[in-house]
């Protein structure tokens, strides 16, 4: 079935058609400062010419309608007519405690998605704007959301509650939610595929480390604990967010430097992580190169992103009362083996050793293992794949409404 996917941001809309029945990925492409005097349009067909144009995107819809136009130009011979797509799968950051997993949009879909604007201000008001656009544009196939809080329903209380009163939990749903659900759950997946392990009988670790950062433990193919919380501000360092922080430097910084509440978001979210630290960049591989050339903040900041790694990895490796591999993926986990290198080092007492050469040598995009043949706890690093996961569960939940009477 071919599966249109798109991940709506504030001014931005990435695509991929991927038909999956073979799993290929026939056109991915990506609209950039939408709502800017000029955006900018990527488009990426398999296996043809990538092309970049700039032009005026006013909004979301005209997103879609240039992306629509160009599957369907007959010079790039992707799609011969809109009825070849047979259905859209959106990534929906948050699902707040409604959605337990992906689901066809209703209007009471709708309303739900609508209703955790409070809990994701920054990502479900965009992905909700990029499916009424793309219900404009296609408005006869099935609109499937798939939300990154979902595989992370399963944590226990324990792992989701905060230590504040519990009516604050009841009246507003604060807790722990986590996210990249759909990255954890495709690299777990992966790893049992590719190693013939049980789910039921396998704790694993996974760590999507790209520009948000988050860890997962996952035990028996299911997450019982996650680095995000209630947003996807807390956990890690990140390439601009603080991760976790005492919430008492809040108090102490509006008092001394008279934050506003604005102040206080863009400086957590905008100025932090390894931006903030280091002074220089949020970028991994631009910290490297400085750090090389001997700078002093960039080497800090790559410490720390380091040094939080593997104090979730640790404090997993309790929570589970063991592991059987650490999977890293996303673009610094699949692509900086240093960072694999200083987040695992000094872990021998669990037995945990990764084997230098074949994490230095280790073949992008394709699934790696890296630790050494003694190491107690396998390494691996998995490509994630988050576009797959969304157009196979769009495909599945599709066909069944297909057969559904009632729809
Ligand atoms: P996003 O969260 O935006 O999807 P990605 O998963 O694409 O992020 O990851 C982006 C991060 O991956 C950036 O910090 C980038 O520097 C880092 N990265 C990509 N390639 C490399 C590389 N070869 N070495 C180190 N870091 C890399």
């Not at 092309?51 to 309608?65: D, G, M, V």
């Not at 309790?318 to 000094?346: V, Y």
């Amino acid at each position: 079935m071919l599966v249109l996917v798109i991940n709506c941001g504030s001014s931005s809309v990435k695509y991929n058609l991927i038909d999956t029945s073979d799993e290929r990925n026939l056109c991915k492409g990506l609209v950039e400062r939408i709502g800017a005097v000029t955006s900018i349009v990527k488009h990426e067909p398999e296996g043809q010419r990538h092309t970049k144009s700039t032009r005026t995107i006013a909004n979301h819809s005209e997103a879609l309608q240039e992306i629509m136009s160009y599957l369907l130009d007959p010079d790039n011979q992707i799609i011969e007519s809109p009825s070849d797509i047979k259905a859209v799968g959106h990534r929906v950051v948050h699902g707040g405690e409604m959605f337990k997993d992906s689901v066809l949009i209703d209007d009471d879909v709708t309303k739900a998605i609508e209703q955790a604007f409070d809990l994701a201000p920054l990502h479900n008001p965009p992905n909700l704007r990029g499916i009424q656009a793309a219900q404009k544009n296609l408005p006869d196939i099935p609109h499937v959301a798939v939300f990154d809080t979902a595989f992370h329903h399963s944590l226990p209380n324990k792992a989701f509650l905060y230590g504040i009163p519990n009516r604050l939990y009841r009246r507003y749903k604060i807790r722990k939610y986590g996210f990249h659900g759909t990255s954890h759950y495709f690299v777990s997946r992966q790893y049992y595929k590719e190693t013939g392990e049980k789910a039921q009988d396998t704790k694993v670790i996974t760590c999507h480390l790209g520009n948000g950062a988050s860890i997962a433990a996952v035990d028996g193919g299911k997450s019982v604990d996650t680095s995000m919380g209630f947003t996807p501000l807390s956990g890690l360092v990140m390439g601009t967010r603080s991760g976790d922080i005492d919430p008492s430097i809040l108090f102490y910084l509006i008092e001394k430097e008279e934050l506003t509440l604005a102040n206080v978001h863009a400086l957590l979210n905008r100025h932090s992580g390894l931006l903030g630290v280091s002074g220089y960049a949020s970028d991994m591989r631009d910290l490297i190169e400085e750090a090389d050339n001997g700078d002093r903040r960039c080497q800090q900041a790559i410490d720390l992103f380091c040094y939080k790694i593997k104090q979730y990895i640790g404090s997993y490796i309790a929570t589970m009362n063991g592991c059987d591999a650490i999977i890293f993926t996303a673009g610094i986990g699949e692509n900086a083996p240093l960072i694999r290198q200083e987040s695992l080092a000094g872990m021998d007492y669990l037995g945990i050793e990764v084997d230098e050469e074949k994490n230095t040598n280790a073949e992008r995009g394709t699934v790696q293992k890296i630790s050494t043949d003694s190491s107690k706890t396998d390494v691996y690093v998995i490509p994630t794949n988050e576009e797959l996961v969304i157009a196979i569960d769009t495909a599945k939940i599709a066909q069944a409404a297909d057969q559904s009477p009632w729809v």
